[in-house]
């Protein structure tokens, strides 16, 4: 079992930066990838994007690509979502989750983020 908690989200104004954090359980190595999820009131959860934890390779979706970065820390199990360039349509709550067989099935309880 994987345990995840998220911190750094804030209220930012548009055009601000925030890093998120998520500190995991286990080494993010060991889990092979993580990913972070965000979902906007009476929107559905979407994707942000993921990191392959071996060989450090991340991939974004397309609303973020360009202003967002994921990155990792081993020593301290926790991986980093480096949000810039911020938008007031970034609003949402921030998850941060680890798969099990290709599926992410952990997730931590989420951080708010507020772009305005």
């Known amino acids: 079992h994987v345990q995840l908690v998220e911190s750094g989200g804030g209220l930012v104004q548009p055009g601000g930066s925030l890093r998120l954090s998520c500190v995991a359980s286990?080494?993010?190595?060991?889990?092979?990838?993580m990913g972070w999820f965000r979902q906007a009131p009476g929107q559905e959860r979407e994707g942000v994007g993921f990191?392959?934890?071996?060989?450090?390779?991340?991939y974004y979706n397309k609303p973020v690509e360009g202003r967002f970065t994921i990155s990792q820390d081993n020593a301290k199990n926790t991986l980093y979502l480096q949000l810039n360039s911020l938008k007031s349509e970034d609003t949402a709550m921030y998850y941060c989750?680890?798969?099990?067989?290709?599926?992410?099935?952990?997730w931590g309880q989420g951080t708010q983020v507020t772009v305005s």
């Open positions: 989750a680890a798969p099990i067989g290709g599926m992410f099935a952990y």
């Open positions: 286990v080494s993010p190595h060991s889990t092979k990838c």
């Open positions: 990191i392959y934890t071996v060989g450090d390779n991340a």
